[in-house]
């Protein structure tokens, strides 16, 4: 899959052109800022949210959506990957993260988003959640795997986790 390339410095807004670099390739390159421009792009945590028997995950509902999808959110700057799982579930849901794994990752192109997935298993099934979320619900496996939104992300890394065979539909 190919990287949307950049055309203009998101420091300068000067039109950039190719340097070589060794053992990197073709990059963009700023002759205004005279700086190298690698790829940007968000990063963003999605986690399959489990009891510590791991025989139920969380799904939301969220933005107004008919259908369940994983909790997830962005990585702030300067934020451990680890630690915004940590402190996403704790902001959406109230639920306090005992082990954080992580599982998979999968460049989401729509949104320019590197997608990392881990589990987040929690200490308890009393959810407090904020005003992002609409509804959420508890669920087996089998029954999250079968009420996740079907074709999406969050469906793709649910599905992986559960088989350990990771697919992309996107």
């Known amino acids: 899959m190919a990287i949307p390339k950049m055309n203009y410095c998101m420091q300068c807004g000067s039109r950039l052109v190719t340097r070589h670099l060794d053992l990197e390739g073709d990059i963009p390159y700023c002759e205004t800022c005279q700086e190298l421009r690698f790829p940007i792009f968000n990063t963003a945590v999605s986690m ?4 510590q028997a791991r025989d139920q995950i969380l799904l939301i509902k969220q933005y107004g959506r008919d259908s369940y999808i994983l909790v997830a959110g962005y990585v702030n700057k300067g ?16 639920l306090n993260v005992t082990e954080v794994h992580f599982n998979h990752s999968h460049y989401f192109k729509p ?4 997608m990392l997935n881990f589990t987040a298993v929690v200490d308890s099934t009393a959810v407090h959640e904020n005003r992002e979320i609409d509804s959420y619900r508890w669920f087996t496996p089998q ?8 074709p999406s ?3 793709d890394f649910l599905d992986g986790y559960l088989t350990g ?6």
Do not use: C, I, P, Q
């Open 48 to 51: 399959v949210v489990t009891t």
């Open 79 to 94: 934020e451990d990957a680890e630690d915004a799982v940590v402190r996403e579930v704790k902001e959406e849901m109230g």
């Open 111 to 114: 949104s320019n988003t590197l």
């Open 143 to 150: 029954e999250a795997r079968e009420n996740v939104r079907w």
């Open 153 to 155: 992300l969050a469906g």
């Open 165 to 170: 065979d990771y697919h992309f539909t996107e």
